[in-house]
């Protein structure tokens, strides 16, 4: 059952939730008296389309339904959760709620605010435990962050509610112990901006060259390891303490005005304004948008591939999505090609043409077939006790074409089979279309022997059960075809 989000306003923010969304297969009903809003909408879910499936190494579920509403109460009707991302004005959030709570009580409302708490979203209102906080980072369809914070009147329960709706949508929920203004994430940047506004205003850098000091230097370390396990690795081998003795007594030094902020007047917004359009101003906010995702979509995968940090999330997000799609495999024999994988081309499986390159195909079979011994106990277990199937012989025709997007299927037919061997016929579906056929002869081998021998006696009976309920089939067409061979 396609489950169903509201989003009330369409920003930034709004935009990056509504996208987040629906790229994770929920429908989304959108509520902006923006006239603009659809448009600003779709310019940001354009972008979040290009990105966020750049991320996933499993089939994206299938895209949500965005709709646009004229009233909140038809935006919320059906919804299970809601978005707000509204002006930082505190009435019109309440306003907002009150609309809401009295269109479709008891849905949960999570607010995008960078500063109110939640128990001053929540006074006057009639189900205070049902408004919480779930504060996101731009651009929300990439950054997994999400601070989860309520108040006395939330119950373990709603916290707990909130937070499984941003896993499932995969972000990393991190919920905060206790009420503070402007959370975690917001406090850190605020420091960190009233620092950067002083060396502009007493002309020590440009908003250039401090970003430079950020991206050329402890940016780099903090995206992977934050900013307690960067000093840790600092101290070196005697750690934190060797940190702390070393670098503690710094802190009674004058070098921080944070307790200080340089008055904002007209000259301070054209100091930074100014030195801003010269230091991006080549670039349109689009183009910036995905230059910068397309960067944080390469920092994240490298994250992805070592299981760290943000690319635990990402990983555990792939896992959860993948056990979905390997529950639509067989997983019995029948007399008719086995049902092995789903797949989906995704931005790293095409070329300059925008088509699924040829390792892909081979990519594809091999997830195929990789499941095939999977299901006849010959997965990676097998493999640890020394014994595997090895490809001796490959076979593959392109008959179709696969481009971005598209949803793929993997089915098995085993043509032959006996103790040692067997030669298999794989179709890369897409639809009812063939794409793609590859033959392949596998044997079965002894690794530390270097040689055939005999599969195990629990194998060879699944995998001799599957081969006789395929044994009627007809031989497929193209089996058993030579490269140049008239068809």
């Not at 030094?253 to 904002?264: A, G, H, R, S």
């Not at 103790?419 to 793609?436: Q, T, Y």
């Not at 270097?450 to 089939?473: D, F, Q, R, Y």
Request: charged share 20%.
């Amino acid at each position: 059952m396609t489950r169903t989000a509201t989003i009330i306003g369409g920003g930034v923010i709004g935009g990056g939730w509504a996208a987040r969304f629906l790229l994770n297969g929920w429908n989304v009903q959108v509520f902006d008296p923006d006239p603009q809003a659809e448009r600003k909408i779709n310019a940001v879910l354009s972008n979040a389309r290009l990105a966020l499936p750049a991320l996933s190494d499993v089939p994206m579920p299938v895209e949500g339904k965005l709709s646009f509403h004229d009233t909140i109460f038809d935006a919320v009707q059906g919804s299970e959760y809601v978005q707000e991302s509204v002006s930082e004005r505190i009435e019109l959030k309440k306003k907002v709620y009150a609309q809401l709570q009295q269109a479709n009580p008891g849905v949960l409302i999570g607010s995008s605010t960078s500063g109110f708490k939640a128990s001053d979203l929540q006074e006057g209102s009639p189900a205070p435990e049902n408004i919480i906080v779930a504060h996101p980072f731009n651009p929300v369809y990439l950054l997994p962050l999400s601070e989860v914070s309520g108040s006395p009147r939330n119950t373990t329960e709603t916290v707990e509610r909130t937070a499984q709706i941003m896993r499932d949508i995969g972000m990393y929920p991190l919920v905060i112990r206790k009420e503070i203004d402007a959370f975690i994430g917001n406090r850190f940047l605020e420091a960190v901006w009233r620092e950067a506004l002083w060396m502009l205003k007493d002309g020590i850098a440009t908003t250039s060259e401090i970003d430079e000091a950020i991206r050329m230097g402890f940016g780099l370390r903090w995206g992977q390891m934050g900013l307690f396990e960067t000093y840790r690795v600092a101290g070196g081998e005697a750690g934190m303490r060797h940190f702390m003795a070393q670098f503690g007594p710094a802190l009674k030094w004058p070098w921080t005005k944070l307790m200080d902020v340089p008055e904002f007047n007209d000259e301070l917004v054209d100091l930074v304004a100014n030195q801003s359009d010269a230091q991006s101003g080549a670039y349109g906010i689009r183009e910036l948008e995905r230059i910068r995702d397309q960067n944080l979509v390469g920092f994240l995968r490298a994250l992805k591939e070592r299981n760290w940090g943000a690319g635990k999330v990402l990983r555990d997000h792939d896992a959860a999505r993948a056990a979905v799609f390997h529950a639509q495999t067989d997983t019995a024999p029948k007399a008719e090609p086995l049902t092995m994988a789903h797949m989906q081309v995704l931005p790293g499986w095409i070329d300059y043409n925008g088509h699924m390159t040829e390792s892909r195909y081979y990519f594809a079979n091999s997830e195929t077939v990789d499941a095939f011994l999977r299901l006849i106990g010959a997965g990676m277990d097998y493999v640890a006790g020394g014994h595997s199937y090895y490809s001796a012989e490959t076979h593959i025709r392109h008959l179709g074409e696969a481009k971005l997007g598209d949803r793929l299927v993997g089915t098995i037919q085993i043509i032959s089979a006996d103790e040692k061997r067997f030669r298999s016929f794989v179709r890369i579906m897409k639809g009812d279309e063939v794409v793609a056929t590859v033959e392949q002869l596998c044997l079965h081998v002894d690794m530390a022997a270097g040689k055939t021998v005999a599969a195990s006696p629990e194998v060879w009976a699944n995998l001799k059960a599957i081969a006789e309920g395929h044994a009627g089939l007809a031989l497929p067409e193209g089996a058993g075809r030579a490269v140049g061979q008239k068809k």
